[in-house]
T-cell receptor
Framework: GQQLNQSPQSMFIQEGEDVSMNCTSS?????WLWYKQDPGEGPVLLIA?????ELTSNGRLTAQFGITRKDSFLNISASIPSDVGIYFC?????????????FGKGTKLSVKP | DGGITQSPKYLFRKEGQNVTLSCEQN?????MYWYRQDPGQGLRLIYY???????QKGDIAEGYSVSREKKESFPLTVTSAQKNPTAFYLC???????????FGSGTQLSVL
């Protein structure tokens, strides 16, 4: 099946540091979504991207839809302890069926106060 | 408040037993989805439904069944044919293809 490569797998950072994670694929996507999941809870949508090159911010979070449409990144600035969790990217394949939203395996973020 | 409600939060299944996970949404979304999440893995699609009385298999449908008799409800049955059912199950919904996907808070299923 189609694959999304999300990296890094995990990150241990100091409070106040900036964070960057990304997702790449060999396939072309027409939508990128970024989610955060707390333990034992469902993922919460952070940012949605719909156009190549699009750069969107949500508070301290910034995400971009890659120009090639095969990648996306998420940046978190000035991290705080409540940023801890697992971050997932998800992409809708260009020409894919409605159910064909593909998820990365997640980036686990740990923040040291 | 509008949202997606999954119940129960925790569920235990005995060998050979079928169990049903509930998912209800009041967002007026046409499409609903069931995903399975295993530790350290991404979400895998079990079934999805674009409209009432219609549903399609996802990537890992074997051992599961669904129904969509009402727009608001999309229950998932984990049958005895599913030999490794222990996982975190997530229900989601959206307005349609390419639209933002919203998730419930999940059900943790374990085998006794």
């Amino acid at each position: 099946g189609q694959q999304l490569n999300q990296s890094p797998q995990s990150m241990f950072i100091q409070e106040g540091e900036d964070v960057s994670m990304n997702c790449t694929s060999s396939s072309i996507f027409n939508t990128w979504l970024w989610y955060k999941q707390d333990p034992g809870e469902g993922p919460v949508l952070l940012i949605a991207l719909y156009k190549a090159g699009e750069l969107t911010s949500n508070g301290r979070l910034t995400a971009q839809f890659g120009i090639t449409r095969k990648d996306s990144f998420l940046n978190i600035s000035a991290s705080i302890p409540s940023d801890v969790g697992i971050y997932f990217c998800a992409g809708q394949l260009d020409g894919g069926s409605q159910g064909n939203l593909i998820f990365g395996k997640g980036t686990k973020l740990s923040v040291k106060p | 408040d509008g949202g997606i409600t999954q119940s129960p939060k925790y569920l235990f299944r005995k060998e050979g037993q079928n169990v049903t996970l509930s998912c209800e949404q009041n967002l007026n979304h046409d499409a609903m989805y069931w995903y399975r999440q295993d530790p350290g893995q991404g979400l895998r699609l079990i079934y999805y439904s674009q409209i009432v009385n219609d549903f399609q298999k996802g990537d890992i449908a074997e051992g599961y069944s669904v129904s969509r008799e009402k727009k608001e409800s999309f229950p998932l049955t984990v049958t005895s044919a599913q030999k490794n059912p222990t996982a975190f199950y997530l229900c989601a919904s959206n307005r349609g293809a390419g639209e933002k996907l919203f998730f419930g808070s999940g059900t943790q299923l374990s085998v006794l």
